[in-house]
């Protein structure tokens, strides 16, 4: 019963991950086309900074406990299917330490990068998502 209730937090987790990564490239796109020092670049800061440090990063790391847990406690760690799993949510960590680049930039107000990049960056965690979701509903290999 203790595997299922982590699997639940492990999904909600997921979930809360996912939909941080999905706002906050939105939010460098709005933030891109808004003039450094304006009320608004300030406002898109610290929507930016809240979103990481109150759902984000803790998302991330209880979706990665808990996953490593359930992949030990379940045995999947032999499932080749799992293998390309775990490459695809390592992409998606890397890409959560582009985010992370990508908001200090903006708070130094450095930032270099059009709208456009950033809303070619927020396709990226779709694609990933589908993957992994794909992957662990099918189980192809």
Do not use: C
């Not at 929507?47 to 109150?54: D, N, P, Y």
């Not at 359930?70 to 299917?81: A, F, I």
């Not at 708070?107 to 270099?112: I, S």
Request: proline content about 4%; aromatic content about 14%.
């Amino acid at each position: 019963m203790l595997y299922l209730w982590l699997k639940a937090f492990h999904v909600i987790a997921v979930v809360a991950w996912m939909a941080g990564m999905l706002y906050l490239p939105r939010l460098f796109v709005y933030h891109a086309d808004t003039p450094r020092g304006s009320i608004q670049s300030e406002t898109f800061k610290i929507m930016e900074r809240r979103l990481l440090k109150a759902i984000i990063n803790p998302a991330m790391i209880v979706t990665w406990v808990l996953g490593l847990y359930l992949l030990w406690d379940g045995g999947w760690y032999v499932s080749g299917w799992m293998h390309a799993k775990i490459a695809l949510v390592l992409i998606m960590s890397g890409l959560h330490g582009v985010y992370v680049r990508r908001l200090k930039d903006f708070a130094a107000d450095k930032n270099t990068k059009p709208a456009k990049y950033y809303r070619i960056l927020n396709e990226v965690p779709t694609v990933l998502m589908i993957g992994i979701v794909i992957l662990v509903i099918v189980k192809p290999f």
